[in-house]
Every structure is written in structure tokens, then in C-alpha cells.
């Protein structure tokens, strides 16, 4: 029994958060809910495949050996820097809550071709939404995509983070209140700064 004691002491000790919070997991509440993210206002097209990047604008392609994992492969839009990206995510409460008070929080990051965040490209960007079941609530999250010491040609990452309004926290519990993540990729070409 001691034995027993000793064991699960030490899990508590070794692994805290995995034992007493449950970061992220409204897996319930994801059924509940759809998200969806649309771009718009974009400049052309960025096609990403296993041989690099080709960007596509005013009738231009132009070729940038850049390559992304596999799930990054695919057309997505092109914006340059100091352009507005136009983007509305929507969000629908489908049941079974009356409803659904909620926090979106949206993020934007470089893409690395690791698959990583690189440099932000916005500061967060939080907006407290109610929606009744079955309504679908249009949020306007644009913004504009200013160049940044170490941002890259290539794709970029919007990130759109659902949670509950009252977060919560702790240690080892950064996000308790998130209840889903989806992700929009987008892309702006090579960037010159113009000489002083």
C-alpha cells in the first residue's frame, strides 16, 4: 500500500497538470459550435507544393524555393505587407445552449517550414461574442499585415482561439477556458524594404 502511495505521489509531483487541469479539453462544447475562417481583399494566390512556392499576382509568378510540410501544401491567398488582410471569421452556436457566451482571441504568426510560429505579425486580438442557438455571428478580424523585424516571404498562420469568458488559470493551465483552435493560412511574397 505504501508502495501504491509513494507512486502516485510522485506522478502528482512529476506531472501536476496533467493531473489536475484539463487545458483544452470542452471536447463537448467543440460539438456544439462551428467555426468557420473566410479571407478576402486578397492581391492573388500562393501555391505551395513539394517543389517550393509560386506566387501568383497581376498576372506574374514568380517561384521561391521555400518548402512546407505536406499538410501546408495548397493555394491559398496573397497579400503584401502594408495591406489589409481581409478576414471574417463566423461563428454558429448550433445547440444544444440557448446561448453561447463566448471569447474569441485571434493571433497571426509567420509560418516557419517546420511548421512553426515564426515572428507575430499582429498583437492579439480579443472579442467577447453571444450567440443564440442556431444564430451564426460574422466577426470582422481583419487587419493589417505591417512588415516586422524578422518576418519572411512565404505563409503565414491566423490563428482563431475560442474560449469561455471566465479563463481561469494557473500554473501548468495557461488556457483552461479553450474550447477550440482553427487556423487560416495565408501569404505575403518577398519583402524589399525601400533604402534610406
Known sequence: MKKISLIVSLLCLVFPQQVFSKQGQHVGEQKMLDVEIQFSKMSGTTVTNANGVYYNFWGYVFYENKVYPQ????????????????????????GPKEK?????????YVLNTDGSNGVELMKPKIIDVEVNKNETKI???????DYV???????DRFVVKVLHINEGGGFGNTEP???????GIFCPPKYNQKLK
Open 139 to 145: 466577426i470582422d478580424a481583419s487587419f493589417v499585415a
Open 100 to 108: 453561447a457566451k463566448l471569447r474569441i482571441k485571434v493571433e497571426s
Open 71 to 94: 499538410q501546408y501544401w495548397g493555394t491559398y491567398p496573397l497579400y503584401f505587407f502594408g495591406q489589409e488582410v481581409g478576414v471574417t471569421v463566423k461563428v454558429t452556436n448550433k
Open 149 to 155: 523585424e524578422g518576418a519572411d516571404s512565404g505563409l
Open 177 to 183: 477556458a479553450l474550447i477550440m483552435v482553427k487556423e
